[in-house]
């Protein structure tokens, strides 16, 4: 035991609790970086992790962070007693896979629950994640690996049933069909607790979207009630966090940008499971910019996750879709809103795609449910979308929520200054260059700025003569407006298809034959 | 571009420079924890990486740590102004190792580069190494990790040549060959610019015994200074940090008692090749205690050792040891150098299994360095101790870098504390536990306690009478010498051999025939 004079330090690390000790100290008591120590104080122990410095805390002291200062209430200038802690188990376990065995149950629910816990440093939960890649997750594995993230939070419980639910793997602007497909399932007496993510780095989340039309951070009773009423919510995830370690498995592997399939699949079906789901669809959109590229590889995904959900005791069904081109015309909160309404409440320019895309998917919703039968969900969905009852209940989604049920597209906070780019030349829309899409939104001001972000004139196919309106571009911001133009006059979001191909003047370009 | 409040926060990361954004900035801006921004001030531009946190920084603040705050001297109350900033390509190309490709030359190159100017994260570096595990590092990308790292600090250079080092893979208590090969060489004429470790989990390095004798602390032109005078130094590693990237890789590898391979051999031939060695042996200890359990790794890593070394410019020898039992009768740093003064004076009681291993290992080096024929290295390593040659040169050594040349045994400051333990039986000494001797040596105070440790009073094979001494606990301290004995009571670290090994008195428990 040594006895160390408590320094407070004013930061919260965010993770499993750390001390600083002076290099001196750390090396009488043969303490490490990274180690663990037990930190004594008033009959309490608290286990930290070790930084070692030669600066700031000087011998005999011990710099406390919030996290462990919170737990032993310290002030500065007191004293703790500290002895060198063993090393948790999971960490010998991570070491075990990384090096090529893999893991029982509870060995996986052991490393899982100590992540939870804070017990692990960010370098161990890293190579636990990075184990993945040296030794394949058995079904097993992964079946515990989901199972102990749903344990690391709260879960919701609904007694009317079945309990339905949907996720796409994401990453194409617009396709709001979670907004519609919601109030449709519920008006057929689906129950669907939605939770849903806000924008990272694109121009809109489901949670942004929602948001213009009502509250979205419920707390977790908050939720429940909505749910209770309504038979169904769009609430951010963030709010409730069904489950919180999942947030901290994703930042780790946020900065290489990578999908661990286990992860990846655990992620995922956790929160469902979490939510109470019993019927799930998966919507796997496939192109070049989403995150699926290609159709083999969405289907092997759309297996592991049907397995997966099996082993998990939910029914799960995977979609395929045309992940190359943004879903509905607007890209942006209020203007994702909006088309969202022109659907429910059928108005004339409502897009076609993205009500086409909500309703395949809620007529299978509907049909998994026991609602409709075998290829009559899409007609039941249209039928409580043409008679105004998923109108209707998305208004009193949005009322149980907190928002004006009374809501009307005229109201729509979308942004004052705008302007539209105009096509400067006559074909035919080929594609669309979904990453330029996205910059440009967020230029404008999405998602932050509800009001900011593009308004598509044109769909794919579409004939454009040159002068022809491509898009529009609202901000709530002069200033952005401006950056967003200029963004928009160096990429070209909208790709034609050159009637001729190639031209060909001269003989010795001929392919030899 | 967004204008922030700095905040400063007083604490160092220690690595690469963080900035803390509160949660709203970042929606707006679009910011992921862990992505990098640049920092603009009074035309400055600094990147760092990004901690979101909702909590400590308020909306429109920025918190500053120390790292980017000494490179931008900006003071609490003053504004910056912040953009999104790249991620490194180096992040794509580790993402790209950990998923199977093997790098080029240069691309190993830029990963070790963004690790040593610290624009990756820990996490990212994290998957650098983990990634050793999903693709095996061919010889081509182990030769540019090895070179990338002796680039990242200082290299030494000396004219008179050969020069020459030794390095342990480590792990066997006692064992100080370094200090009695060192003077030996050296008094041959060959240049050794030895550097070594402190103890980390172990009751001594060489660092620490050296430490007896001199400092070992020595700048990077101290220890030049010391070599060309005497053609030698005994160092610590630390103090002149010649791979500096080396102890963060460690550092990150720490938590798991990792060592991947390539990271493995590029550390220690990296430190040599920086030292400008050109005539490097390995001592690889086998041993159930020691770092290598079995000789056919051994012999594997042998390979590794000499191949890497010669592409790198090295001719490199490895030796296979016995790393079974401690070499030396003392253990922590007041005893071992107790041990390497009674060797190089020739003091009758000076023990003989560290007075073999230090000559047989100098030999090599002095055939390896051009001094001996083949085979005469033994006789000449002998006659250079024998002859008071070798201590003549350690006494140099001490004097230059600043120690008492006229050192003698009785003036070295063992604990005043002692306790001998008794054996309860007779027999044969079979075997020692080895973390048992180094759990009470570091509880009798080494190595922060010079003078603690244990002295060793029986060898392997020796015959014991019940009743007589085994070893002798020394402390500095008397409370520390009350705990080490408490260890010694409860571990038995001399183990003996029965002479009767089983006793068979029934003739069912005989085998089968």
């Known amino acids: 035991m040594l006895k160390l004079k408590i320094k407070n330090v004013d930061i919260e690390t965010g993770g499993a609790p750390i001390v600083l000790l002076n290099t001196s100290d750390a090396y009488e008591m043969g303490i490490h970086s990274m180690d663990r120590i037990n930190v004594h104080f008033h009959k309490k122990v608290k286990t930290a992790i070790v930084d070692v410095t030669s600066k700031i805390i000087p011998p005999g002291s011990i710099g406390i962070f919030k996290e462990l200062d919170r737990e032993i209430p310290i002030e500065d200038g007191g004293f703790v007693n500290i002895e060198p802690a063993p090393t948790p188990a999971s960490v010998g376990l991570i070491k075990d896979r990384l090096l090529g065995r893999q893991l029982k149950k509870n060995e996986i629910a052991a490393v899982v629950k100590d ?5 692990l440093s960010d370098v161990e939960s890293v190579f636990f994640m990075a184990s993945a890649y040296t030794t394949e997750f058995s079904t097993e594995e992964t079946v515990a690996l989901t199972n102990a993230m749903v344990l690391s939070g709260e879960q919701l419980k609904f007694d009317k049933g079945p309990i339905v639910d949907k996720h796409s793997i994401g990453g194409i602007p617009g396709n709001r069909v979670t907004m519609i497909i919601v109030p449709i399932v519920a008006a057929a007496g689906l129950t669907m607790p939605k939770t849903s993510s806000r924008a990272i780095s694109s121009p809109a989340g489901t949670a942004d979207t929602m948001e213009v039309l009502a509250p979205v951070n419920l707390a977790f009773e908050d939720l429940k009630k909505t749910v209770m009423k309504t038979g169904a919510c769009i ?3 963030g709010s409730v966090n069904l489950v ?7 930042q780790l592997r946020y900065p290489l940008r990578l999908d661990p399939k286990p992860f990846l699949l655990a992620s995922i079906l956790a929160k469902k499971k979490a939510a109470g789901s ?6 796997i959109p496939v192109g070049r910019f989403a995150k699926i590229k290609h159709k083999s590889e969405a289907q092997t995904l759309a297996y592991d996750f049907i397995r997966l959900g099996n082993k998990l005791g939910m029914q799960v069904q995977a979609i395929i879709t045309q992940g190359d081109k943004p879903v509905g015309r607007g890209i942006g909160p209020a203007l994702e809103a909006r088309d969202v ?9 409502a897009p076609q795609d993205l009500r086409d895309k909500s309703l395949e998917e809620a007529g299978i919703i509907l049909e998994l449910g026991g609602k409709a039968g075998r290829g009559q969900g899409y007609a039941l969905a249209e039928k409580l979308l043409k008679s105004g009852k998923a109108w209707k209940k998305m208004q009193e989604i949005i009322k149980a929520q907190g928002g004006n049920p009374k809501v009307k597209v005229k109201d729509l906070p979308l942004g004052k200054h705008k302007h539209t780019i105009k096509s400067s030349r006559t074909g035919s829309v080929y594609a669309f260059d979904i990453p330029a899409i996205v910059k440009i939104a967020r230029a404008a001001g999405a998602p932050k700025d509800k009001g900011g972000g593009i308004d598509l004139h044109v769909d794919r196919g579409v004939r454009v003569k040159k002068g022809m309106p491509l898009f529009t571009i609202y901000a709530e911001h002069e200033n952005k407006l401006r950056d967003a133009i200029r963004q928009a006059e160096k990429e070209r979001i909208v790709i034609m298809e050159k009637s001729i191909m190639r031209v060909i003047d001269n003989v010795t370009e001929l392919p030899s034959v």
């Open 278 to 283: 019993q019927k799930v669809i998966i919507d």
């Open 115 to 119: 992540i939870v816990t804070n017990r």
């Open 235 to 237: 609430a951010w995830g």
């Open 341 to 349: 309404i022109n659907i429910l409440t059928q108005a004339k320019d």
């Open 244 to 250: 919180p370690v999942d947030d901290k498995l994703l």
